[in-house]
């Protein structure tokens, strides 16, 4: 059985776990202060050019939207998102949970334009009944998008200066960031992420980590974001699980080399699909590939390939999403594309 | 530097590092649904000779007595919990958080008696305007306690008669599960607690896990669990980190072994106090020490061994707490004790 | 100034203030345990056909709606409703702030229908990761809604034949529902509405009342619903100011009977509009009329008539809305007239 | 029957009635904005020699709490409270519903000392793992107290002090608070509670109104309070309904003239009371009288009179709580007394 169905099925880099064993009997204080989390957050604040980031290690993506959302939003704020957002459809409400409305707009291949944002904010402010509505506290977008797409410079850019307007933050999920960074497709590089945003973070479950995501606050972290990353249960005694991790992951360059191997192995897919004739659901340029199935080729390949249903296309076609990470072998690609 | 701050300074077992290494490049489900959780449920059912109970797998204690309380508690309940219990004073509100009240009440050295709890029962539904106030939708217990005592046996089967009484589930933190079950001093065996509880956890993070701990539903577990623990951020990508671990620390009763650990340090430490005449605040049985120092000794102490501060005890005296662990060296123990 | 803005401009009807000079030095018990709240309920649920129904009075529309929907939601559960719903965009994320997702779908002139609820359901359960999304739990509409129209008696039947196949229930907001019962272009009545919902509301504070509304559970009351709706700060110490008024507007038909007039005062307005050749931009039975205007008119008009904005409609033109209610006087519209 | 269970039996002083008919058919601007809201303010102002308050006008006791302190709030902080403060046992967890917890802290009397708290804020401050508690980010106290005792001048001073040091606002409940500042036994005015606190309020509900309490920031409110107020469902439509209350009674001294009612007969009954023997549980100046009742006695009179039980005294023993009221006769306090 191939397996393609996502970018976290497999362990960690084994870099990570040498180093787990290097390390492992030198006894470190808890909850983020042992040196080896320090020396990550050094590598990071180097990689984004940001000397003064405040920065965090969290488990999860999900964990990590909520507790970096709850944290900047005031009370009576909510968080705009793309409609297609992942914390619009996929976290069970845990924005919500925490007592903020996701406040959803159209999106474009899963991207948000900043005159979709700016029309909004507009709108907002120019209603003299929004004292009794939801204030827009936060801009939420992932890069890569959950369709895989990204956002270019300046478009970030843009989204930035919508934000800077209106005086609310802008929080890029980077949850697959890897590979959003390793596209040749892309201009956007960590240094402008960390210049353009108020908050993002930089995968690391589905970038080469056993679990684990490194928020970067570029200008300043939210007063007592360590007692309410405690309060929402998200800090790690062991701190150094996630510090040896990033620290691995950012020394040599291995984040953005490890993340290379998911575009290519992407891209000889993709390319064999053009080549065969499939329909491309969306030109994503990172790895995730959804792609129009008709429905009996979809039944047979799932005999010997393990794939994401996306949604029903028409009557007789589906889309399915093929997803590669920093571990897929060339030779799976290979097999793959004999089954198409 | 003598380290004897806490029981998580350490890494993980090396058995489990051994396995992450054997199973890192295992394609496997996420979330929960892989081969080695399910095996690690199915050794713990045998372990608490309770095969239909329900086990989860999450990252940390606070997140766990979160998720767990928050996931039996109706809106209108509290949870009932010693004035000492872990959840009412060192988790940041995490249970607040969710919206509920900790209902705290008076302990004898850390525990909580049945018959504190029944009077409480009685009194709240015996007055008249119960419906005004906070309903006590469950009882937390920690074991061994923050005071690192243990209930016997008779003790926990009361608390389980009242709250069978009342209908409440008992609610058991075991964050230091091994080091209770591993004292000579207690009568209590994993099985007990499965038949006296409606949930508790085996924690993993201080006792040879890098991360996690194993809640066990000996009954029935909250519908829609799984969805709840995603709502707050608890739920791993990549569930394995916490299965394999869980499924190495349950082989060959790997576990209770490397608990026992703590104790014959700790036991060996204890007698070294009590023999140079240093009075101990509690009588614990368990992994962690309370030690009445004058405020000189404190200080000189402090600069060859690191211990936790945990309360001023008197004008010239305090109280500091050393900890052990399953990774704790009896010869660490032989240097600190000549630094006595 | 002529004043359309609203139909809660007046005090209460005077019936209702006669009863309250009348009573005032009674001595009676609170939080809705007194005489006139125990009428009201009897004469609510004749209303109602419902001799079984539970009822309860709370004071305002967003209120009551937070406190319903989080009163019958699990954990895991929003509530769908339309985007067009009050809940959605007008009560400051009332919902949300009790930890809910308001899964918002759309729209036909505010209704939302069977077809859009059942494909929506479907879909949720088809998807196999719907346990990492908000379970949907619970339907909400508004009769009438917030664009004045109405559900006909089949629509809400098969609204109703939705819910119930998929053990959700339905909740109907009427806020205006004096309104839509007086109105001769519906066929639902008092008890179709209990007859298809599982907790609907009569709106007070817009039909006659000071403020108030009556919340009828035709079958059963989420338990402990006295104490939920104390734990939202909704509990009226002198639970007799709502029952009063609910008993007085419940006594001899009065609910509908001055919910005619609005009905009345509003087809006249509206004949008068369309008769000089206005554009309405949705055809409203009941008391709120939304008309296009040039915006150089609308600028004059508002020199002597007070009505609300609604939203821009083209670059010349503008969407208002004009409200009449139960003290609406015929002579005012006829200056209104006058005067487009 | 006799009633003196409460002191919110009775409806409104009747100079409000007559000002609701008076102004019934006004057409008026909605949520608090119309002109005897803002009447009312201002004679607020004056009473309380603070020109720049700002005030908002709430329902009910435990909803003004709930939105005054979660308006303060911040996410990691709790509220300092007498472990007696109404908040803490009588309002079904309204605080902790909203995501804080409340700190409750020793009391005299029902009352707070300054020096508890300083005591309390120096040993969080001080402990090293303070990070992982809940942050102390409001103290509250009532005046009367739950035991209707009342602080002094210098008391209040006293908690303003170190509040201010430690930069925490200090909230003053005043559902009772005309029969405090009527209280001869008192120092304390209105202008020494809008010195001393950041925010308090002024009780309408027990002192002569239908329902009301008049929230008072002397120096600012909290940003945003309306739409947190809509959000928590405290915003009533028809704010006239709150305004004109208020408006009457800070019109010519009402509410202090109606409270010193309350006081007299209270005096009136304590002083039989004392003359027959009867132990009081406290001291109480104001119109709380707490009596310690042979279980027989207690019995016998319940038969003629409704007062609340308040606990068990001892075996033979109850304690009981009478109110009196604005509205008390004295003929009624007479036929009690000759009942005793």
Redesign the interface.
């Known amino acids: 059985m191939l ?1 393609f ?2 970018d ?5 880099h ?1 870099a990570i ?1 040498k180093r ?2 290097e ?8 909850y983020g202060m042992d040196r080896y989390c320090l020396s990550a957050k050094e590598k990071i604040r180097a990689a984004c050019a940001c000397p003064d980031a405040e920065i965090y290690f969290l ?9 970096v959302i ?2 900047f939003l ?3 704020e ?1 968080v705009i998102a793309a409609s297609t957002g992942h914390i619009n ?6 924005v ?7 406040l ?1 707009l159209p999106h474009k291949d899963g991207k948000l334009s900043a005159d979709t944002v700016r029309n909004y904010l507009q709108t907002f402010y120019s209603d ?2 929004h ?5 827009p506290g936060m801009v939420y977008i992932s890069h890569p998008t959950e369709y895989g797409t990204l956002y270019t410079r300046q478009e970030l850019s843009d989204l930035a200066d919508v934000c800077s307007l209106y005086k609310i933050p802008l929080f890029l999920d980077g949850a697959r960031l890897g590979y959003g960074l390793a596209s040749p497709a892309s201009d956007v590089t960590l240094q402008d992420i960390a210049r353009c945003t108020d908050v993002f973070y930089i995968g690391g ?2 970038v080469g980590a ?2 684990g995501e490194a928020v970067v606050f570029p200008k300043k972290a939210p ?2 974001f ?3 990353i ?9 701190g ?2 996630l510090g040896i991790q990033f620290d691995t992951l950012f020394t040599d360059n291995l984040y953005l080399e490890i993340s290379k191997n998911a575009i290519k192995t992407a891209d000889r897919l993709k390319e064999a699909l053009r080549r065969k004739g499939y329909r491309l659901l969306i030109d994503s340029p990172t790895n995730q590939i959804f792609v129009i199935l008709e429905n009996a080729k979809m039944k047979a390949l799932a005999q010997s390939v393990r794939f994401s ?1 996306w949604e029903k296309y028409d009557g007789n076609h589906t889309t399915v999403r093929f997803a590669t990470s920093w ?1 897929t072998d060339m030779e799976e690609i290979d097999r793959l594309i004999s089954l198409l």
Chains 1, 2, 3, 4 share one sequence.
Do not use: W
């Open positions: 397996y169905e996502n976290y099925c497999e362990g960690a084994p776990l787990f064993i390390t492992n009997m030198e006894k470190l204080p808890g488990s999860g993506g999900t964990q990590t939207n909520a507790a709850a944290a005031k009370r009576y909510g459809g996929h976290e069970a409400g845990a919500e949970y925490t007592g903020h409305k996701v959803s003299e009944n004292d009794h509505m939801v204030f479950t589905k056993l679990c007063e007592h360590l007692t309410m405690k309060q929402q249960g998200a800090l790690l005694a062991k150094r699980v249903f571990a």
